[in-house]
């Protein structure tokens, strides 16, 4: 059995566990748990689960290269006796505690693991707030049990009992439990640890045994009431922003420092180091206890009901893929990935009031009709298809789209549902072409024709590029047809820059993104088609052309409407003056 089947097997448990924890706290009147932050941690922790299908190189196959290249001893009968295991298990929690205490003293370290201290609760869904690249650097700190003979099967059990143990101290409900809290971690130990207190920063550190921070200087014990969270909180539900937040950060640091030095150390400083000239020109903020507030963007009940059923159902699709991802191939893998994660962001997008649920819906719709279509299933993916540019039309209607808007859709349809039958190709460009002819005339109004000038030379000259190795390839009906519809969506995507250039707006800028990625979505289709087969191509063409919808869609209509109608209160957001529910 795959450690990844033993996390799908111990998930009822997990749950199990908060139930019960929930439950306590609720009837002596000290519950601590809120709807969005537990969705938010056990997402990062399915994103976590899901994501090592990418690091097994790093986590499974270097450990393997030094056990059987440079190991001093290969001694298995020792290492597979109860001593052998115990020994094991504490050479293991030795290593973890130098991983975890680099995750806090150096920044790029702490890039990875700030994931699983960005949640200002503290309760059993904080354990399983996972980092999805701590798998890239830290396996480093585990070689020392490869050189001395550790075999992969005994590392592989001994990092799964540390990491399992781990759950139960993420609780507020246990008090402290005198001489257990002296040599093992428990609830009271590591409560200090999440905490950003002054006397509770970066310290202890230990996976199960304490004694290693008594030992090494960095034990604190349990006084003053702890408060959770980052010194520089998150403030988001993006999974996918939670795992990028510090390295974006450190990298734009390390761009703006002009010591060559000093664009370096930012990595390996502590966290929260900058370069005197980045800090001076681009200041942030000192932390100041006194400041610290919750983030808490209110949700209707609607919409609390919505995420819980959403998030079950994609944790559906999270058990079922982590139980044959070990089987799977590589490609089917990265596009189930893929999936996931874009459902994953869309649930905590619409409990931070960014997007509508029926957004989340169409955004899902999407992300199966190109997993399905990547991965071969044929019939699901003629129902989720044509299923997301529908939700895509509602959305635009009950948003006040512009009736050339929706034209645009209806024959984006259309030309979706040709392109899926046998010998329907011209049809299909066809509807496509009519489609791009309603989006320029939409972005045409209120603005002059191809206001900027070097957009639509580049757009063009980027079409002529792509009809020249097509050219070849292409039968004397399609050589004009695809010409006329090179023309056409070259027009559409340099109106719709040019019309961001002149606006200077984030939704102009947005719909001009999207004509960009539908004209590579477009490019890449028939690059595939014409000229050569390409990898994964279906997940690269679906992903860019409903990304172009979906931003033309939540977009557009901030593009052509006016100011005292862009923004209809229907959205699942809390309108102002409703109770929170």
Not at 134 to 143: D, E, I, T
Request: glycine share 6%; charged share 15%; with cysteine.
């Amino acid at each position: 059995m795959s450690p990844s089947q033993v996390i799908v097997l111990a998930t009822p448990v997990f749950f199990g566990l908060i139930a019960i924890e929930f439950a306590w706290g609720w009837a002596r009147k000290r519950n601590t748990y809120r709807l969005n932050d537990a969705i938010n941690s056990i997402s990062l922790g399915m994103l976590s689960e899901i994501s090592k299908v990418l690091t097994r190189f790093f986590r499974i196959a270097i450990y393997g290269a030094v056990y059987n290249f440079v190991a001093v001893v290969h001694n298995d009968a020792f290492w597979m006796s109860w001593y052998g295991w115990l020994l094991a298990l504490v050479f293991y929690d030795f290593c973890y505690y130098w991983h975890h205490r680099a995750g806090h003293e150096v920044a790029v370290f702490w890039a990875a693991h700030v994931v699983h201290h960005q949640s200002q609760d503290y309760n059993l869904s904080t354990a399983l707030r996972q980092t999805s690249s701590g798998a890239l650097l830290g396996w480093v700190f585990y070689l020392p049990m490869a050189v001395a003979g550790v075999p992969p099967l005994v590392f592989g059990v001994v990092l799964l009992i540390d990491l399992l143990y781990q759950f139960w101290v993420h609780t507020e409900h246990v008090p402290k439990l005198g001489w257990f809290d002296r040599w093992f971690v428990s609830p009271s130990n590591h409560r200090v640890h999440h905490a950003v207190n002054d006397v509770y920063l970066d310290r202890n550190y230990g996976g199960i045994l304490i004694v290693w921070d008594r030992m090494f200087g960095s034990f604190a014990e349990e006084g003053e009431k702890c408060v959770y969270g980052t010194r520089s909180p998150l403030e988001s539900w993006d999974p996918l922003w939670s795992n990028a937040e510090v390295y974006w950060g450190l990298a734009k640091d390390s761009w703006r420092a002009k010591d060559w030095g000093d664009k370096l150390r930012v990595w390996f400083k502590p966290p929260g180091w900058r370069p005197a000239d980045v800090a001076q020109r681009f200041p942030k903020p000192a932390f100041d206890m006194q400041q610290v507030r919750q983030f808490h963007p209110p949700m209707t009940k609607a919409l609390m009901w919505f995420a819980g059923l959403q998030f079950a159902a994609i944790l559906g699709g999270v058990a079922l893929f982590l139980w044959t991802a070990d089987q799977a191939e590589m490609a089917r893998s990265v596009v189930w990935l893929a999936a996931l994660a874009a459902c994953l962001w869309a649930v905590g997008a619409a409990m931070q009031g960014r997007i509508s649920m029926l957004e989340v819906l169409a955004i899902e719709a999407a992300a199966l009709a190109t997993a399905t279509g990547a991965a071969g299933l044929v019939e699901l993916h003629r129902v989720f298809k044509p299923l997301t540019m529908v939700l895509v039309m509602v959305f635009a209607a009950r948003r006040g789209a512009h009736w050339l808007l929706l034209a645009a859709f209806a024959f984006s349809l259309v030309g979706d549902v040709f392109l899926m039958l046998p010998g329907q190709f011209i049809p299909g460009l066809v509807s496509f072409l009519v489609a791009h002819l309603f989006f320029i005339a939409l972005f045409k109004r209120g603005t002059a024709w191809f206001p900027s000038r070097g957009a639509l030379l580049a757009t063009l000259a980027a079409a002529a590029v792509m009809y020249a190795i097509l050219f070849p390839n292409l039968a004397p009906v399609l050589k004009i047809a695809v010409a006329c519809y090179a023309v056409v969506i070259a027009t559409m995507a340099a109106q719709a820059i040019g019309r961001a250039k002149v606006q200077r707006d984030g939704a102009s800028a947005f719909v001009a993104a999207g004509a960009v990625l539908f004209m590579l979505s477009d490019s890449l289709l028939a690059i595939n088609r014409f000229a050569t087969p390409l990898p994964l191509a279906q997940l690269w063409v679906l992903a860019t052309y409903y990304n172009a919808q979906l931003l033309f869609a939540h977009n557009a209509t901030e593009v052509v409407m006016p100011d005292s109608i862009r923004h209809p209160s229907w959205r699942g957001e809390m309108d102002p003056g409703s109770s929170p529910g």
